[in-house]
């Protein structure tokens, strides 16, 4: 079992849908964050929010949305996705304030795109 | 700019017998370097973490890593493999990005475990 919950652990969604994704820990960690994974590829980071506050959005196209209601939550705006943008959506989470201290990942979701 | 390399994309032992993937680094300071695991259809789990303190760094279900600065190296080893140790495994440094860190990936090493 993880200690980051991710749901759903599976999306299909069509281009023109609209859909979140959710992402919850009870660690008490103050880094949030999403990364996109394709098969047979490591993870690559999206989004960091540290501290509830953005830090570091890797140039992600405005389809994507994120958002952190709280220091537990972080969600994922969806719309108007592309088939390339079907991957894997990994959530993790670390204390913060340190590059010591690991980050801990969810199970992710499953995203295809229609 | 710290980076990782994996030096074996696929690496193929028998059950019982050792266990070595393969991880360079390059970092202009003390790194802290991760190795996670990832089991089909999961997300990542750390197996064990090197932050300066012990060079030789045991993790969990077995495994261990040891630091050799000289090398500049982070090779993963298991005595002896398992069916269930077969996934993919990677090599990852971290740094610091604000508050937050920054994950590194290697490119992978995929673990079969034959009997």
């Known amino acids: 079992d993880t200690e980051v919950t991710q749901t759903p652990k599976h999306l299909v969604m069509g281009m023109t849908n609209k859909k979140s994704l959710k992402c919850e820990q009870h660690?008490?960690?103050?880094?949030m964050y999403w990364y996109k994974q394709k098969a047979k590829k490591p993870p690559e980071l999206m989004f960091v929010y540290s501290y509830e506050k953005l830090s570091i959005n890797e140039s992600v196209p405005s389809r994507f949305s994120p958002e952190c209601p709280n220091s537990s939550l972080l969600n994922l705006h969806l719309h108007a996705l592309q088939p390339e943008d079907s991957a894997l959506y990994l959530c993790?989470?670390?204390?913060?304030?340190?590059?010591?201290?690991?980050?801990?990942f969810g199970d992710g979701t499953r995203l295809s795109i229609l | 700019a710290q980076s990782v390399t994996q030096l074996d994309s696929h690496v193929s032992v028998s059950e019982g017998t050792p266990v070595l993937l393969r991880c360079n680094y390059s970092s202009s300071y003390s790194p802290s370097l991760f190795w996670y695991v990832q089991h089909p259809n999961k997300g990542l789990q750390l197996l064990l973490k090197y932050t300066s303190a012990a060079t030789l760094v045991k993790g969990i279900n077995g495994f261990e890593a040891e630091f050799k600065k000289s090398e500049t190296s982070f090779h993963l080893t298991k005595p002896s493999a398992h069916m269930s140790d077969a996934a993919e495994y990677f090599c990852?440094?971290?740094?610091?990005?604000?508050?937050?860190?920054?994950?590194?990936f290697g490119t992978g090493t995929r673990l079969q475990v034959t009997l």
């Open positions: 990852v440094v971290s740094d610091l990005a604000g508050t937050a860190s920054k994950l590194t």
């Open positions: 993790a989470s670390s204390q913060g304030d340190s590059y010591n201290q690991p980050q801990h």
């Open positions: 660690m008490g960690h103050r880094a």
